[in-house]
């Protein structure tokens, strides 16, 4: 399986393209940023490019991958709901469209969030958007899946690139395994993120909107 990946110097991403490089099923990742990441592995191949709303200059080196991780993403805290659509809505799409026309049927894992308004009408300015771009996606000529994981804790060494929030996390690390026991349906994990994506691409699954119970049961299967 040849996969590209978006986002991987982030959180999510990074952990994702951890369990892609060590996976037996996953030939290749591609990862698609504007710097290169400090990682070399035999599987990796790293894509610099600036313009995330354009991607004419690259499509050649895009084409013939079996399915997309999509990872990236930002905060919006202290946004604008124009500027947070842009960088949230217009951003996913602008790679999806282009990927959908090159390899029309490729699986397309998309990172959005608990709590996604698939309406577009709820009061939460981030879920209406990201709930914008889920319908978007899943009117696209892609397999596509939405990812709704909880809260996200980071394993492996892997790290937030925002400060305060990787304070909470190294803080509520220890307490993981019983926030795992207490609230089972809203905590996953870096590790179960890529394994349960991978799951997806390998095997699709019934339904297009994977919610955090759905990724942790897919990681264990992934691993069983």
Avoid at 61 to 89: H, I, K, M, N, W
Avoid at 150 to 164: A, D, M
Avoid at 193 to 204: N, P
Wanted: net charge positive; hydrophobic share 40%.
């Amino acid at each position: 399986m040849k996969v590209v990946l978006f986002g991987a110097s982030g959180m999510v991403g990074s952990g994702v393209l951890i369990e892609c490089l060590k996976h037996d099923a996953v030939e290749t990742v591609l990862t698609v940023g504007r710097t290169r990441i400090d990682r070399d592995h035999p599987k990796l191949q790293q894509l610099v490019h600036n313009d995330f709303f354009d991607y004419r200059a690259i499509r050649e080196q895009l084409a013939g991958r079996d399915a997309c991780f999509f990872c990236l993403g930002v905060t919006s805290a202290g946004r604008s709901e124009p500027e947070y659509t842009r960088l949230t809505y217009d951003l996913t799409i602008a790679a999806a469209q282009t990927l959908a026309g090159l390899d029309p049927g490729m699986t397309f894992c998309y990172v959005s969030g608990e709590g996604t308004d698939s309406t577009e009408k709820g009061r939460l300015m981030w879920a209406r958007v990201k709930g914008r771009t889920e319908n978007a996606l899943l009117r696209m000529p892609l397999n596509a899946f939405m990812f709704r994981p909880g809260y996200i804790q980071p394993l492996e060494g892997v790290r937030s690139k925002t400060k305060i929030y990787q304070f909470f996390y190294t803080l509520l690390a220890p307490a993981y395994p019983l926030l795992r026991t207490l609230a089972p349906s809203h905590v996953t994990t870096t590790r179960n993120v890529g394994l349960a994506m991978i799951h997806v691409a390998r095997a699709g699954h019934p339904h297009r909107i994977l919610e955090n119970t759905d990724i942790n049961r897919l990681a264990a299967d992934e691993q069983a």
